[in-house]
Every structure is written in C-alpha cells, then in structure tokens.
C-alpha cells in the first residue's frame, strides 16, 4: 500500500516546524529524510506513525500498516535478546522468523541479557524488532546511531534484501549513507515560516 | 495482552522491587501500629480492619509510579503506542500485572498480619474476601494515575495525592465488610458496594487511561 501524504503539517510544543509538505512512498521504495537539526524529522515521523495528529492536510495508508522506530529502542534490560523479539512478535501476532538473527548478527548473544549489551549491540537488537513486526511501512528515525560500518552495512542489507525487496517500505530520517537506491526529501524548503503558530497558540498570537 | 502481562511479571521477579517491596511495606506498617497504639488487644482488635485496609492502600500506591514510568524512560512505551495492541488493552494488561505482582501479595499476607492486630476470628474470610474484592480498584485507579503523571519529573508525590482521594470509597467499603463481618453484623450492603466500585473502575479506568497516555505521548 502506498503511503500518501498530502500538504501536511506538523507541529511540536505548539508551533508548526513542517508546512506544504507532499510526498508518495511506493512499496518497495524507501525515502531518504535530510534536514538540519530541528527541522521537525522527528515530528514528521511521529506524526507518520500516529503517535500525534497533524495540524492540517492528509495522510493515507499509514494506520495500522506502519511501524515506528524512534532514537531509544524500547529495550528491556532484564529480558534476554530472545525474549525481547518473541515479546514483540506477539504483540504484533507474528512468529520469529529463525533467521533474525544472523541478518542483524545476535546469533552469539541470543540468551545474553540485555542490559549486558553495548549501545551498538542494543541498537542492533531494536533494528531486529522490526523484522519480527510483518509491517509494511517502517518509520525510521536516525536508525544507525551507535551502529558501526559493519553493522550499518547489515542493516542496508536487511532493508533492501528483506524489507524493500518483499515490497515493504520505508520513510528514513538519516543523515548518513545507506547505499540505498532511494530519493532524498530535503525538508529546509518546507520549513514554516517563524511566528506561525499551530492549534491552540493561535488565539495568542 | 497476556504477551504484555507475561512480560511485566518476568521483569518484576527479575528486576527485583516487584513482589517483594510492597509486602515487606504491608508487614512493616501492619508490625508498627501496635508499638504506636499500645499492645491492649480489645483496643487492636477494633482498630485492625481499618489499619490492614490502609496499610494496603498505601503499600499499593507505593509501586504505582513504576507502571508507566520504566516504560515511558526507555521508549517501550511509545512503541507499544504504536502497536497493533490498543492503548486500552495496554492500560488493563499493566493493571492486571500491576494487581497480580502488588495486589494478590495483599491478600494472601492480610490474614497473616490480621492476627498480628488481634484480629477478630470471624473476621478472617471477610477480609480476604474484602481484600480479594476491593484491590483490582486501587491497581485500576493507580493505573489511570500513574498514566496523568507518566513523563513528569518527580511525578510520584503528584501521584499519590491525585489517586488517594479516589482510593476512599473503595477504603471505606472495604473497611466496613471487615469490621461488620467480625461483629457478626450482614455485610452484604458494602460487599456489594465495594464490588461495584471495582467493576465501575474497570468499566472506565482501562478507557480514562488510555486517553490521557495519548495526550502525554504527543
């Protein structure tokens, strides 16, 4: 399903960071989200993933197709790598697919607990959640934080092999290269214009 | 949902301060009211369905903060937000963890520390009944209480002083069918009320929950 997005704004704290934006995400295709900091990325996504409404225009297909990963990971220090896959495999009434965890390199530390993994590990592991969820629109925010070279290239790996490649797609707030075969959306030209406020500030202003 | 309750509890006997904590409050609270009242057993013996009840309550409201909050710190919860289990569903599984690891614990002890109080013996079944009946409510009420503060700093103190005042008519009602069933008097009346409180809270608390996480995740 396609994922649609029609002159949508989006606002955090009140004000509107993101205005005019439209922008389509075929299956099997992935878009590439670039901008400064604090541009409104990760409100973007979040609003994407319905965690917030937006201020004006639409958006189709996302619902319940879409999965969100954010900057934490969601990971519980005291549930093994094991545990913490089938848990969310569950809630999303999927099965584990076996080969997880070479495609994200956890074989060896399948029964480790989490909180005795380093960052990267950690962040590897809340990558992996995403392919026990079966979603076919994955909301990524800056998912290579802490990941190094070799980790980064298995997770362009898994994108593009087991995600893209089965018709999945992705929106991808990064600011590194992936290597995939995807549009970039530069967001600076769709920034609102300072002072325009967004819902309930308005009346103040 | 059960994935969910299955979760919690594995992460309560693992990370410790679940089971154990509240009831070691209970004992502590219950073993501290005769030093404070003195040891006359009639007096104890009249006091105790009242002390047991809020000792219960407070030692409830003490694990309250953790339902959301842990959840809230490390992202879980944005991302349980967004999964296919609805927000409502999410609020009763964190009750129903939140009743099985603090709750139950209650009930099982109250007995024990009853005859700690002097308890009176015809008093026994109906303060496990009491018990039995009236905790789901303070883990429903603390669960819609611990969603309004889930995000604040120091939400805790916030905490207590918005879901003590719902916690009274559950109290009061639990109280009476102590008090009432070691006088011998019928307790019908505030066992029905009691049990109504508790399925009003989980008619409403599940839904009340789940509409403010939504407000405090934006």
């Known amino acids: ?205 | 949902m059960i994935a969910l309750i299955a979760r919690d509890l594995r992460l309560a006997i693992r990370a410790g301060g679940g089971f154990g904590l509240g009831l070691a409050f209970f004992l502590i609270v219950i073993v501290l009211v005769p030093f404070g009242v003195g040891p006359e057993a009639l007096q104890l013996r009249e006091i105790a369905p009242g002390i047991l009840w809020v000792a219960a309550l407070l030692s409830a409201l003490l694990s309250l903060d953790r339902i959301f909050a842990l959840d809230y710190e490390d992202g879980s919860l944005q991302l349980l937000a967004t999964a296919p289990l609805p927000l409502e569903s999410v609020s009763l599984a964190k009750a129903v963890s939140h009743w099985i690891t603090a709750g139950l614990p209650l009930v099982i002890a109250g007995p024990a520390l009853g005859f700690l109080l002097n308890l009176a013996p015809a008093a026994y079944p109906w303060l496990i009944l009491s018990l039995l009946i009236g905790t789901p409510a303070l883990s429903l009420i603390g669960t819609f209480g611990a969603a309004l503060t889930v995000g604040l700093r120091r939400g805790g103190l916030l905490l207590s002083l918005l879901v003590l005042p719902l916690y009274v008519p559950t109290l009061i009602f639990g109280a009476e069918v102590a008090r009432r069933g070691g006088e011998g008097l019928a307790v019908q009346g505030p066992l029905l009320l009691l049990a109504g409180v508790t399925m009003g809270t989980v008619a409403l608390m599940p839904f009340a929950a789940a509409m403010v996480l939504k407000v405090n995740l934006r």
């Not at chain 1, 604090?38 to 965690?51: C, E, F, M």
């Not at chain 1, 093994?80 to 999927?94: D, K, M, N, P």
């Not at chain 1, 290239?153 to 707030?173: E, M, P, T, Y």
């Open chain 1, 1 to 205: 399903m396609t994922l649609r997005v029609r002159d949508l704004s989006v606002a955090r704290g009140g004000w509107t960071v993101l205005e005019g934006l439209s922008f389509d995400v075929a299956p099997g295709t992935a878009l590439i989200l670039r901008g400064p900091n604090g541009i409104g990325k990760t409100t973007l996504l979040r609003t994407l993933a319905g965690l917030q409404p937006p201020v004006s225009g639409e958006i189709e297909g996302a619902g319940d197709d879409v999965a969100y990963a954010s900057h934490s990971d969601g990971i519980k220090d005291a549930l093994t790598v094991e545990e913490s896959l089938a848990f969310w495999a569950r809630v999303y009434g999927q099965d584990v697919p076996a080969d997880i965890y070479d495609a994200f390199d956890l074989g060896d530390l399948r029964h480790r607990m989490a909180g005795t993994l380093s960052s990267g590990q950690k962040r590897r592991l809340g990558l992996a959640r995403l392919g026990v969820v079966g979603r076919r629109i994955l909301l990524l925010d800056e998912p290579t934080i802490s990941l190094d070279r070799q980790s980064v290239n298995l997770f362009a790996d898994f994108l593009r092999d087991r995600h893209l490649g089965q018709g999945g797609s992705a929106v991808i707030a990064t600011h590194i290269e992936l290597g995939l075969d995807a549009p970039v959306l530069e967001l600076a030209p769709f920034a609102a214009q300072a002072g325009a406020a967004g819902g309930s500030d308005e009346a103040f202003l």
